[in-house]
């Protein structure tokens, strides 16, 4: 469902590579001594690319605070990690795409929907037709409906309702209305909201057949040990929030490579005193593609021991926590990645797992076709050019309504506490798939928004009582990096992974790591020079959910304990034919050999 890209890839090395031949045959027509004026080109070339080579590979292991570093005794990446994708300037893959910039609708649109849901709505032209499209809820629909190989999106299509909009009438919304489409002549506008309020949302109490927080539902025939965190300072009390921000197919160094504005705000979040920024170096993916990576992530195992497993996100809400999903390419995870693995289909897991969803604005065929291949190269979620939608990037509607849960859930949290009560925690999940294209060129679309999201994240400070993850499920597992290079081989199973900790949960978990753990280290620096997968981010998640009583066994295999120095793949829970991180032979003999990269221990931050 990638698209014709086998096709594409034969194109861009079979043209350029023709018309390179023609020209140096021309060249060499036309000009006397070429080949002497082409040997120096080579050789001067040549020895500036070696130079540029040496530079890219030192800075490949570079992250945001330190580096990888060659410790004794820890893995690393095997074979000749030679950059050469670095060599070429940005847009060199996919020039021919067209713009990556989004062309602005040919009128602007001023819509806002009040705390009553009321719709108001001023387009530029007032000669224009207005219409409303209200897009449907996905929530509570059942996992058969979301099936994106054959209905999804035709259904969404078949519920929106279009209606007139006239301002001389109000026109208010369903209170289950997240999202609705405005449309003055040819130019639309999507706006969402937060509905219903939190003042009106009820405290989900789960089914106790499916309650995960009984013991039957962990498979267990004895409770888990559990330990709470007692004594602790009142602020250590109160549940933290957690941001999950998925990042589909991108590489440690591909962050780096194509966010460079994203890169220097995510630096400016570490604040001891207040957050501290953590960054996993051997992060490694667990499986080829989305499917075993999120499952590691939100189920805590690759193949389901139980049915309807439920993801982790109905873990929070079980707890109290409010929970939000945005989907931004028209499917549905748990339908596409356990739907299996449910019976009935009839059964929903939105309903059962989130307060909100958002997922029917991407299905608009004005970005994801409803006709011919939905994946194509051109247009849809997986496209090589940009990817737009009424004149914004698509991932710009989505951080709309991200803003708009913060703002939401924030509000609501700071009225709690200002009456001496217990906030509501919330947990918000969002996936971006700009990473997941062959070029491995249009995420460089998504750096302004992701760099101005994480400067209110930093400045609101929110990061006191929030985790924030920016994490992907693994590298780009296509284009001629990946096919050729074992760099690129390398980039697919070195997936980018940063967390933001309250420096109240750094101290706690330092302090627990001294008094309980079978190391005294800090167990996030030691983490960011171990091998790590997304089983652990799974155990983090289960820890936060649960905090302040935890269970052992989850922080004990969770980020915030060390875990073992020297860990294998099969140690690790990453397949043989995945392993792309080992430990040298000499070093598992005992000997030592010269770091790579300064090796200076990095002190506890």
């Known amino acids: 469902h990638h698209g014709f890209y086998n096709l594409l890839v034969f194109l861009a090395i079979f043209v350029p590579l023709n ?14 001594n070429f080949l002497a004026y082409f040997a120096v080109f080579l050789v001067v070339g040549g020895i500036s690319a070696c130079a540029s080579l040496v530079h890219y590979r030192r800075v490949f292991d570079q992250g945001t605070l330190g580096a990888l570093q060659y410790n004794l005794g820890e893995c690393e990446w095997t ?106 002549g040819s130019s639309s506008a999507i706006v969402t909201r937060v509905s219903p309020p939190l003042a009106k949302l009820p405290v989900y109490v789960p089914p106790s ?128 990645y356990t739907g299996k693995s449910f019976d009935p289909l009839d059964y929903s897991v939105g309903n059962r797992s989130l307060d909100y969803e958002l997922s029917s604005p991407f299905c608009m065929p004005e970005f994801y076709p409803n006709v011919g291949n ?8 997986y496209a090589m050019a940009a990817r737009c939608l009424y004149g914004r990037y698509v991932h710009d509607w989505a951080f ?35 990473g997941h294209e062959g070029t491995g060129e249009v995420l460089r679309t998504l750096d302004n928004s992701l760099a101005t999201f994480l400067e209110s994240m930093r400045d609101s400070g ?33 997936p980018f992974f940063a967390m933001s900790v309250p420096e109240w949960l750094h101290e706690f978990s330092e302090k627990y790591q001294a008094e309980k753990g079978s190391e005294r280290v800090s167990p996030f620096v030691a983490n960011e020079q171990r091998l790590m997968t997304a089983f652990e981010t799974h155990h983090t998640f289960r820890v936060l959910a649960d905090w302040p009583e935890f269970e052992t066994d989850s922080w004990r295999r969770s980020l915030f304990a060390a875990q073992k120095a020297g860990r294998t793949c099969e140690e690790a829970g990453i397949g043989a034919g995945f392993c792309m991180c080992k430990i040298p032979d000499a070093w598992q003999q005992g000997y030592s050999r010269p770091a790579r990269l300064d090796t200076k221990k990095i002190k506890s931050r």
């Not at 602020?235 to 966010?259: C, E, G, K, T, W």
Request: aromatic residues 12%; glycine residues 4%.
């Open 19 to 32: 018309l390179a031949i023609a020209l140096f045959y021309v060249l060499w027509c036309k000009i006397d």
């Open 79 to 184: 074979g000749r990690n030679i950059p050469f994708v670095d060599l070429l300037p940005a847009g060199a893959q996919n020039f021919w795409a067209g713009s990556m910039y989004c062309r602005p609708e040919s009128q602007k649109i001023k819509a806002t929907v009040d705390g009553d849901g009321v719709l108001r709505v001023a387009c530029e032209s007032e000669d224009k037709d207005v219409f409303v499209d209200i897009l449907p809820e996905t929530r509570e629909w059942p996992l058969k409906d979301k099936d994106m190989w054959h209905k999804f999106n035709h259904l969404v299509l078949k519920r929106v309702v279009r209606l007139p909009y006239s301002s001389s009438r109000p026109f208010v919304l369903n209170e289950t209305t997240q999202a609705v489409v405005v449309r003055c």
């Open 209 to 336: 057949d499916s309650d995960t927080r009984s013991s039957d539902s962990s498979n267990s025939t004895q409770k888990p040990a559990r330990f709470i965190a007692s004594g602790a300072p009142q602020l250590q009390l109160q549940r933290p929030n957690a941001i999950y921000l998925m990042l589909d197919a991108v590489s440690h160094r591909q962050f780096y490579r194509r966010l460079p504005k994203s890169a220097q705000v995510l630096k400016t979040i570490h604040r001891p005193g207040s957050q501290r920024l953590f960054e996993l170096y051997r992060y490694h993916s667990v499986g080829f593609s989305t499917d075993n990576n999120t499952k590691a992530a939100y189920l805590g195992e690759i193949y389901p021991t139980r049915p309807n497993p439920l993801p982790i996100w109905a873990y929070y809400r079980d707890r109290g926590y409010i929970t939000a999903r945005i989907e931004t390419g028209c499917e549905d995870w748990a339908k596409e």
């Open 374 to 381: 939905a994946f194509g190269n051109f247009k849809g979620p």
């Open 400 to 434: 709309d309504y991200l803003y708009q849960l913060r703002s939401e859930f924030r509000e609501n949290r700071a009225k709690q506490l200002a009456s001496q009560k217990d906030p509501r925690p919330y947990m918000i999940t969002t996936t971006f798939l700009e």
């Open 462 to 494: 929110e990061l006191n009582d929030t985790v924030l993850i920016v994490a992907a499920d693994h590298g780009l597992h296509m284009g001629l990096n990946f096919a050729f290079l074992q760099n690129g081989r390398i980039e697919h199973q070195n």
